[in-house]
């Protein structure tokens, strides 16, 4: 059982590289009869230190404990499995996919998890720091991962909330909009009553004015017929 644990363990660390990471196991996610949530409690269980990442030593002690666990069980029978003559061939389905695309296919899933797309315009400097740290310090890739979880999180919570903030802000302008549209009809109602009310008062003082003209053309009508009639009598 120890020899076919060290060959599952070389199985996953394809890069020679002496540890496994989460990622090196979940590579054989469509391998072995467990699913990803399954895999990630049993790395969890088989990372005594915590550190994101299993020796050889780690994986074949903690491999030999965690019997009674129902995951580690599903994966020990799996291993026996290969001991009566089967043989693994990890990624199979993908055994036509390079390296790179593997990486391309495992960082997009990455950011579609996080919601990264969401809220990052650019990705490239993210993806150069998770290749990174993927290559040179695969221990510290979890952390990171995490990391990224939180910010993203905090950035999809400020973007809603921004958009919360916009969308408050187009009600007021909207509201502001229509109480000026209401007060400049008031104003215009108000300036034609009052020009209304300022043509009655010219034409009534106009009415006035010609009354009084027509009683002075009377008068001097009547002064002219007196006039004439004056002169009548004196010839």
Known sequence: VLGKAHEFFQICDLEGKGFITR??????HSELPLSLEELEKVFVMLDADGNGSLTLKEFITGFSECGNHGSCVELHNETMQQSEGETVHPLKSKETV??????????????????????LDDESDVKQLWLQLRKDEPHLLSGFEE????????????????NELECALRKKIAAYDEEIQHLYEEMEQQIKKEKEQFLLKDTERFQSYSQELERKLQSKEQE???LVQKQKRVQ
């Open 23 to 28: 990622q090196d196991m979940q590579r054989l």
């Open 98 to 119: 390079s390296d790179d695309e593997d990486e391309e296919l495992q960082f997009s899933d990455l950011m579609d998890r996080l919601g990264a797309k969401k809220v």
């Open 147 to 162: 990391f990224l979880l939180r910010i993203f999180s905090q950035l999809q919570q400020a973007d809603n909330e921004k």
């Open 224 to 226: 002219l017929e007196q």
